[in-house]
């Protein structure tokens, strides 16, 4: 798949733009955005932006508008399809999803729909079950634009900062700078997935001190302390002295002359 876009990507700028579209597009569409791989496939095409083969403004625009139009499309299909969709097999297989994201969406529906846009298994499906329950478009829009402004670069972000560490001359000073960097970005990752994952628990009410190991006391330890390693080591890392050579690149990037 990577070969794939990258061998499309450098044709021209106007192909690198469409993938990115179709992508976010695909990315946002009612039950198809499931079955792609959402965070390996932005991830890649971070990369490209790290590396200077993909402008970040441009990708960034077009990555909005193919998940405006996947959100979009999704919500009429949810409001037209609803009788369908209800009998459809992979919703009646996966009904607790179906019920949960409908009673978040009762509850929050703001905040659910602009969250949820960076959760992957209810990304494609909050548009379609906001269809679904009929809630007013004026409720929907807002929240579906400000989600799909933020979600791109958030999902860029892990593949820019590969794509910088590849491109960073090797030297000896900088034989170990792109270890550390891929350490920190998993204990980062490691420490919010486990956040999250006490979040829920905590949620659902599980303390289940006694049936497993890793109780929810436990993890909300272990997301405590993989986070301040996480973030304590991107602090040490800033003193390097790669950063600049880094911090330089990344600057480009955002002030679009890179």
């Not at 959100?71 to 409001?79: C, F, N, P, R, V």
């Not at 590849?166 to 997935?193: A, V």
């Amino acid at each position: 798949m990577e070969s794939w876009l990258t061998s499309f990507i450098t044709q021209s700028v106007t192909y690198a733009l469409l993938v990115v579209g179709i992508i976010s597009f695909l990315e946002s569409l009612a039950l198809v955005g499931l079955l792609l791989p959402g965070i390996i496939l932005m991830t890649t095409l971070g990369t490209f932006i790290g590396d200077g083969r993909l402008l970040f403004y441009p990708a960034w625009i077009s990555g909005t508008i193919g998940c405006l139009l996947g959100d979009w499309i999704s919500y009429y299909i949810g409001l037209y399809f609803k009788n369908w969709l209800y009998n459809f097999n992979f919703l009646k297989k996966n009904q607790k999803l179906l019920d949960k994201t409908k009673s978040v969406l009762h509850k929050h529906s703001m905040i659910t729909i602009i969250i949820g846009r960076f959760i992957g298994p209810i990304r494609p499906l909050i548009p379609m079950v906001s269809g679904m329950l009929k809630l007013p478009l004026k409720k929907f829009i807002f929240p579906s634009i400000i989600g799909c402004i933020l979600w791109p670069p958030v999902y860029f972000f892990p593949g820019i900062v590969a794509g910088i560490a590849i491109k960073i001359p090797q030297n000896s000073q900088n034989s170990y700078f792109k270890w550390f960097l891929l350490i920190i970005s998993i204990l980062i990752w490691l420490g919010i997935w486990l956040t999250s994952k006490w979040w829920k628990m905590r949620k659902n009410h599980k303390n289940n001190n006694t049936d497993f190991f890793f109780n929810k006391k436990k993890i909300g330890w272990l997301a405590i302390l993989t986070m301040l390693s996480g973030f304590s080591s991107l602090i040490a890392i800033q003193f390097h002295p790669t950063m600049f050579i880094f911090r330089k690149i990344f600057s480009a990037i955002l002030l679009g002359i890179y």
